[in-house]
């Protein structure tokens, strides 16, 4: 199943025949973040094995929203938001105890 945010809420749908990546399915609910609120999305990346939703955070800086991550330190794998950090150039790396302080900044 693929899962996509909506202006009616949160909407499952099965994955497309022959999916050829179960990562795509990170990338296809963030790029819907991306086409329902712009420039105010904002895509953090936590600690994960695999470098599942790159290409959504990279959507989320060309419309001029924000791409954080995780820590190396606090990560208990670091692929995810190496990933985020190296390819999605995301501009805000700390541990999630204080990304959620820059969340609630930005949200003010």
């Not at 995780?70 to 204080?98: C, T």
């Amino acid at each position: 199943m693929r899962l996509a945010v909506t202006a009616a809420g949160f909407q499952l749908s099965p994955l497309a025949a022959g999916s050829f990546s179960w990562l795509a399915p990170g990338d296809h609910l963030i790029h819907s973040v991306v086409a329902l609120y712009g420039a105010r999305s904002i895509g953090i990346a936590l600690s994960g094995a695999m470098p599942a939703g790159v290409n959504g955070l990279r959507a989320i800086k060309a419309c001029g929203g924000f791409a954080m991550a995780q820590d190396r330190v606090s990560s208990g794998w670091f692929e995810m938001p190496s990933a985020a950090i190296d390819f999605a150039k995301a501009e805000i790396v700390l541990p999630p105890e204080r990304l959620a302080s820059v969340l609630n900044i930005i949200a003010e």
